[in-house]
């Protein structure tokens, strides 16, 4: 991990902290240790003031925008291949509905025979591994702007450094070869939308049900889940199949220092 990859992830953060919360220039308790963060990001035009408070700018809200992007179909595309069973070629969430618990489905996984491979697509299809540590942080609540103390986490060496050996030790594509890698990601893929399918499948059930059976309501609530958010769409996804296909908001700096 460079150093301006260190500085975009804790900007993001921080981008984060401003959109969400009423912070004022003058910085008290914790939120003093980041006013030098502030104010690079103010001078590149990311962070403004707004009377005796901050705020994010239209250039920080595409940055952070763009960011959100990736992480949204990270936790699509890309978390599929953190539970890969390489000797059987098994994917853990194949079996994903096969549980009738979370508890369940923890206890699965916590399986060894599951390989983490998300920093070998990840390298693979080059992009930054550091970034999807970052983001697999972000979803396990491991970098929280809520939480007591975040901006000490900021800044302390501690968290990457922890992303750095995580890289660092992680499966890479060449010991897996080439032809392995591509048919994996194809695989991962395919099951992502099957996935998708069978989550909307039964939205639109549950939905059915929940309501009065007339033709007018159930035309209502069809459309509705069946117009869900680009994310949630599985065919937007099947462009994946392709192993070498990166969505374009991936080829994109989040930040230029």
Known sequence: MTPNDKKTFQSILLLDYVQRNNVKTILN???????PLLIELMSKGYVRTSGMSYEITDAGKTVFDNFNKRYQEYLKIYDVF????????????????????????????QNPRFEDLRIA???????NPAEIVFMS?????????????WQLDLLSDRTWREIDEICNTALKPEQLGE?????????????????????????????????????TQT????????????????????????PFYVSPFWLVPLILW
Do not use: C, H
């Open 82 to 109: 953190a539970l890969v069973d390489l000797d059987k070629a098994e994917f853990a969430f194949s079996k994903y509905f096969d549980f009738n618990t979370d508890q369940e489905w923890d206890s699965f996984k």
């Open 137 to 149: 942080f972000i979803n396990e609540g491991r970098l929280d702007t809520s939480s007591t103390g």
């Open 121 to 127: 697509v990840a390298l693979f299809k080059k992009l």
């Open 29 to 35: 308790g914790d939120d003093k240790f980041i006013e």
């Open 179 to 215: 032809d392995a890698m591509a048919d994996m990601i194809e695989q991962g893929s395919k099951i992502v939308v099957a996935l998708l399918q069978e989550e909307e499948k039964r939205n639109q059930e549950q939905a059915k049900n929940s309501v009065s059976t007339s033709d």
């Open 219 to 242: 035309e209502v609530i069809e459309e509705t889940v069946i117009e869900e958010g680009y994310y949630g769409n599985p065919y937007y996804y099947e462009s994946y199949y392709d």
